[in-house]
Structure formats: C-alpha cells, structure tokens
C-alpha cells in the first residue's frame, strides 16, 4: 500500500487524476479488508485477499508503464517518509501541549462537579454504571481502596447515594500495616530521595521526557492492583475497574469465565495498533531479551479478571517485586504500571473476547460506533477525560448518563 499511496501522488503530480482516483480505491479496499479483520479477529483469506492484491499490482503496472520510473518512486517515497515523520513530531508537540491543557482547563461549569467527585476518584460513576446494567445488581460486592485524605469523604459519599442494595467496602490504603518500604519495592522508592527528587522536586533528568517525571507513575494506589490477594485474601476470583470507565453491560458471565488456569483475563490490544511487548520493554536489556518475547501481544488494564487462586499458585506479586527491583534505574521500562504487568503476568494471562473491553475513548475520535455499543466497557483512557473540557464530545454522553444529577450536592452542578 505504500508503493500504491506513492504512485498516486505521483500520478496527481502527472495530471492523470483517473489513474489517482483507481489507486485510491484499491488503497481504501485494503484498508477496509484490514479494518474487517480485525473486527472479526480472524486472518485474512486467501479469496478474500486475492483479487484486491490481483487489482493493484495491476494498477503498480500500469503506473510503471507511464513513465514513473524508480527513481522518481524513491524521491517521492522519500518525500511521504520525511512528510509522516514531521506530522509524527507536530503531534508530538500537539500531544505535549494538549497534555497541559488537559491539566488546566477544567471549564467552570465542571469546576463543581469536580469538587465533588474528586474525593472518590469518579469511583461513583464505574459503581453506577456497572449496577445499572447488571442483571442481579443485589449480588454485587464493590471493593474500593482509597487514601487517607478521600477515605472519610468516600464512606460519606457511598452512604448518601442509592446503589440499589449492592454492597460497597471501602479500604483505607494507610491501615495496610504490610505494606511497607521492607516488603514493597514501590513503598521503598518512593521513600528514596533520588526517586522523591526526580518525581516530585522538579530535578529532571535530561535522559527522560518530561511526561516521564509524573508523580502519578509511582503513586502507590496505581500499583495496588498488583497486590490484590493480600488485600482481600478471602477472594477467588475479582473483576478488576479503573476509575476511567463505564460498563454497559452485565459483567457477571466475567466470574464464570474458564481462564484456563491463567492469572489475568484481559484483552489484547495489538490487532490494529500493533502493541506488542517490544513497544513497552528495553529489548537491548538481556534481562529482558533472554526471558520475553518481543513480538507476544500486549494487553491492557482497566478491566481484567484476576483468579486468584491462581494468582498465589504462580507467586505473580513475588514476580512483579522482582522487575520492579530489577528497574530501579528504569532500564528496563520507562513509566507506568502495564510494564511492569506485562512481564508479571507474561504466560499466564488469557486473552479476552474485544467486546469485553474498548479502549481509547479518551485519545482516538475514530472509534467504530458499532465496537463502543457492543463493548461491556469502555475505558476513556489518555488525556481526554470526559470530565475535562478537552474531552471527546462524542464520547462524553456514554459517561454523562451515570451521573446523578439528582443529588442534593450536584443539583447546582451541570455538565452542558
């Protein structure tokens, strides 16, 4: 396709429109071969695949045979290369800049609403959504894990609203006695002046990106989720939430899941964006070279099921301290907790039907409606929050619904 996408910019530079035009057309009957297929999750057939390939070589042919020779080709490839590497690097830029929007634009009518739910971490909205399509809501158990600071307003929060019998606990992380500096790698960092100073005092590294130096990357409650079986040591099995998505449909099938004697239920996420172990880990690190594959498929977190049972059979948190250990001076991994879960639960995660979990409403404008209304969840992961005046317009309606604007402490609140 991209020998095919040159020649019609060569065609157009030529004048021969028609020859552009056909070019095109086979171009977006690839694409839209490519897009089928992974929407299905099967391979490409060979019938399938024959006749468009059949129809572009012959259009290569034909622009071959019009005098568009080699090395015209190769300027114009050249050209494409050097033209997607500066959009590359503009959206970069864009990317950098709309982060800090992201971070400062809260627009005033959110303000309140954001006042409000901040103390619970929009936990209220994944509770909500999730019993509201649940087909025996009454059978529910949430298990929330907040700080100190949110805890009290967490309780109170849960306590005034109607989740329809379904029962929330809620942890204070700080009563966690275990879970300190001489058993949890994270704990010990972040009580090391150097990781304190590069995280938190502004002392950066010019090795790293400055998205690179975000508190958030080593804040304890993002890494709970990898200490779960000590939390709750009577579970088998949990349905694991960020506070980032909505669930449209009922998740109970989730419990009865066969896992196949996996730890973690997720959904892959390389059919189309190609995340593959590589694009998250330090290949030219032999730690890391000699024990995974490069090319196993990536997943994600946000919603996932964990058996853990399994889990302390296989010593997954013991896993995850050892990378963790071994990444102190963030050779292995650059940020963030999926690292780190994609080598603790590398060979033992079973993938997921997509429909499970959607990601990217909270980066990509171009998600297929029909994927967003069969999805049990979708997750506004990246930068666009639908709370935030930079999110998504589209999207946001899908998190809007589950809030409460009756509540007596939103009722002067709006999200128009």
């Known amino acids: 396709m991209a020998l095919a996408k040159a020649y019609v910019i060569i065609a157009k530079e030529h004048n021969n429109l028609h020859l552009a035009w056909e070019l095109s057309s086979k171009i977006r009957s690839c694409q839209f071969l490519l897009s089928k297929a992974a929407m299905r999750e099967e391979p490409i057939s060979l019938d399938e695949a024959e006749p468009i390939i059949k129809s ?19 300027i114009t490839l050249k050209n494409f290369i050097q033209s997607l590497e500066d959009r590359a690097n503009a959206a970069t830029v864009q990317s950098t800049v709309f982060g800090q929007l992201v971070a400062e634009s809260l627009p005033k009518n959110l303000q309140c609403i954001d006042i409000k739910l901040s103390p619970i971490g929009f936990g209220a909205i994944v509770i909500n959504s999730t019993i509201s399509n649940a087909e025996h809501p009454k059978q529910l158990v949430f298990h929330v894990v907040t700080n100190g600071v949110k805890y009290g307003a967490m309780q109170a929060w849960f306590l005034s609203n109607d989740f329809k019998v379904a029962t929330i606990e809620v942890k204070n992380i700080e009563d966690f006695s275990w879970l300190n500096a001489s058993y949890s790698p994270v704990v010990k960092q972040l009580q090391d002046t150097d990781s304190r100073r590069f995280y938190f005092e502004g002392s950066h590294d010019t090795n790293f990106e400055p998205k690179f130096h975000n508190p958030k990357y080593i804040s304890l409650l993002n890494h709970l989720r990898f200490y779960v079986p000590e939390i709750y040591p009577q579970l088998e099995k949990v349905v694991f939430l960020d506070d980032d998505v909505v669930v449209q449909k009922d998740l109970t099938p989730l419990f009865s899941l066969d896992l196949h004697g996996n730890v973690n239920g997720a959904v892959e996420t390389c059919l189309e964006a190609f995340h593959r172990y590589y694009k998250y880990l330090n290949f030219s690190n032999p730690l890391i070279s000699t024990k995974v594959d490069p090319q196993a498929c990536g997943w994600a977190f946000g919603m996932n099921v964990f058996d853990l049972i399994a889990w302390r059979k ?12 071994k990444n102190t001076d963030k050779s292995l991994w650059k940020l963030g907790t999926l690292p780190a879960g994609l080598l603790a639960f590398y060979g033992l995660t079973e993938p997921l039907d997509r429909r499970w979990h959607v990601l990217g409403l909270g980066y990509d404008l171009n998600i297929d409606n029909r994927l967003i209304e069969t999805a049990a969840v979708i997750h506004f992961n990246g930068n666009m929050k639908p709370w935030l005046k930079l999110s998504i317009g589209r999207y946001r309606p899908l998190w ?17």
């Open 56 to 74: 572009l070589a012959a259009l290569i042919f034909k622009a071959q045979d019009a005098h568009y020779d080699i090395a015209t080709t190769m």
């Open 400 to 416: 809007e619904q589950y809030v409460n604007q009756t509540h007596r402490y939103l009722q002067d609140c709006t999200t128009s």
């Open 314 to 325: 296989a010593n997954v948190t013991t896993r995850y301290h050892y990378w963790q250990e």
